[in-house]
Nanobody
Framework: VQLQASGGGLVQAGGSLRLSCRAS????????LQWYRQAPGKQRELVAT???????YYIDSVKGRFTVSRDNARNTVYLQMNNLKFEDTGVYYC???????????????WGNGTLVTVSS
């Protein structure tokens, strides 16, 4: 299984972008998906989570501006980012820790990074 992230780009502050994370097969109905980002010179941080049950979690700095959603038919999870700020700049990664057997063993999947640049 592979994750492919896309949708990054250059946008002015206040603008919007929608990131996509497409899985090579259906996994999101049974596994959580997280979006992380890494700003220049900083550690990677968790931005948002979408659980297999449909619950969402956001870090405080993006609450009310970012929305994570899922399209099971397209094996895709989206991160809608509105009212972007300069501090949202970074490389965004999608991640899922998927269960691979009945014992509950998991493997970590990381998508390629997609660069979001917000100009002030």
């Amino acid at each position: 299984v592979q994750l492919q992230a896309s949708g990054g780009g250059l946008v002015q502050a206040g603008g919007s972008l929608r990131l996509s994370c497409r899985a090579s097969r259906s996994i999101f109905g049974r596994n959580d998906l997280q979006w992380y980002r890494q700003a220049p010179g900083k550690q990677r941080e968790l931005v948002a989570t979408l659980t297999s049950g449909g619950s969402t979690y956001y870090i405080d700095s993006v609450k009310g501006r970012f929305t994570v959603s899922r399209d099971n038919a397209r094996n895709t999870v989206y991160l809608q980012m509105n009212n972007l700020k300069f501090e949202d700049t970074g490389v965004y990664y999608c991640h899922s820790s998927i269960v691979v057997n009945v014992e509950g063993s998991t493997i970590d999947l990381w998508g390629n990074g997609t660069l979001v640049t917000v100009s002030s």
